[in-house]
């Protein structure tokens, strides 16, 4: 079965920054998509960032470009992602979840990490 | 941006009632590029429906998707104890979005 773990949350400041990282297993990592997608407490679904495969490609949503990175490590099955510059509406539970195989729909998801910005 | 808009925001339905959740796109949705998600309290989501009809692995056959252009449907035929929960449709025909959701509680 499809594994996909995160780490990194916690509380920080705002303007501080933040590396969240998704551990993968039990699939071919360097063959798929990966997402970030966020969700803010009691709140709906926001999609955040993708990276390509062969991490060579970026995409993110307007609410976080300039300000947050997605990167991945094909050799050691891990993704992250580096936020700066925090705000307090950043404030969610951060999923990392495979794309789809014919899209940028999410077929698996990790458990997620917390991530609160608060002075 | 395409916004999603899904109604009702909330369902009371009993076991065994069949429940239907619409989900209405600002512009039409390319390709018909439209997923339906599950998500119980404290759970991440979970994939239910993809390319607005194709049940996901392991999804039981009484969750169906229809629907193109920018009106989408999700029918539940005869509702579990377990499919109590709420439901998150999104399009990815350009970057993606969510709709606001739809609970469905126990009447």
């Keep these: ?119 | 941006e395409i916004v999603l808009t899904q109604s009702p925001g909330t369902l009371s339905l009993s076991p065994g009632e069949r429940a239907t959740l619409s989900c209405r796109a600002s512009q039409s949705v390319s390709s018909n590029y439209l997923a339906w998600y599950q998500q119980k309290p404290g759970q991440a989501p979970r994939l239910l429906i993809y390319g607005a009809s194709s049940r996901a692995t392991g999804i039981p056959d009484r969750f169906s998707g229809s629907g193109s252009g920018t009106d989408f449907t999700l029918i539940i035929s005869r509702l579990e104890p377990e499919d109590f929960a709420v439901y998150y449709c999104q399009q990815y025909g350009t970057s993606p979005t969510f709709g606001q959701g739809t609970k469905v509680e126990i009447k």
């Design chain 1, 1 to 119: 079965q499809v594994q996909l773990v995160e780490s990194g949350g916690g509380v920080v400041q705002p303007g501080r920054s933040l590396r969240l990282s998704c551990a993968a297993s039990r699939f071919t990592f360097r063959s798929y998509a990966i997402h970030w997608v966020r969700q803010a407490p009691g709140k709906g679904l926001e999609w955040v960032a993708v990276i390509s495969s062969d991490g060579n490609n970026e995409y993110y949503a307007e609410s976080v470009k300039g300000r947050f990175t997605i990167s991945r490590d094909n050799s050691k099955n891990t993704l992250y992602l580096q936020m700066n510059s925090l705000r307090p509406e950043d404030t969610a539970m951060y999923y990392c979840a495979r794309g789809g195989s014919s899209g940028w729909f999410f077929d698996y998801w990790g458990q997620g990490t917390l991530v609160t910005v608060s002075s």
